[in-house]
C-alpha cells in the first residue's frame, strides 16, 4: 500500500504545482491586460493562448456587468483556491492514511 501512498502523494505535489503554476500564468494575463503589451510578443501570445480557452468558457457564462471590468479571472482564481484546497489536500491526506 505504500506504492499507491507515495502515487498519491507525488500525483497531489505535482496537480498542486501545476495549479500555482497556472494562477502565476494567469496573473501575468491580468497584468499584460492593464498595459499597452505587444500582441505580437511570443510570450505575450503563449500566456494568452494558454488563458484564453477557459477565461473565454467563463466570460460566456457571466452576466455582462457595466464599466467594462472582467471578472472571469477572479471566478479561476476562486477556482484554483478551491482545487488546491479541497482536491489537493484530500489527496495527501489519503496518502498519509494509506501509509
Not at 38 to 50: E, F, G, H, L
Not at 68 to 83: K, M, N, Y
Request: no cysteine.
Amino acid at each position: 500500500m505504500f506504492m499507491v501512498a507515495h502515487l498519491l502523494e507525488a500525483t497531489a505535489t505535482v496537480m498542486n504545482l501545476l495549479l500555482q503554476f497556472y494562477m502565476w500564468v494567469l496573473i501575468a494575463r491580468v497584468v499584460i491586460s492593464w498595459v499597452n503589451a505587444d500582441p505580437y510578443n511570443p510570450i505575450v501570445r503563449a500566456i494568452i493562448s494558454a488563458t484564453e480557452p477557459l477565461l473565454y468558457r467563463i466570460r460566456r457564462s457571466l452576466p455582462i456587468f457595466g464599466g467594462g471590468i472582467d471578472f472571469s479571472p477572479l471566478v479561476v482564481f476562486a477556482g484554483i483556491i478551491f482545487l488546491q484546497t479541497f482536491l489537493v489536500r484530500s489527496l495527501f491526506d489519503l496518502a498519509v492514511r494509506l501509509q
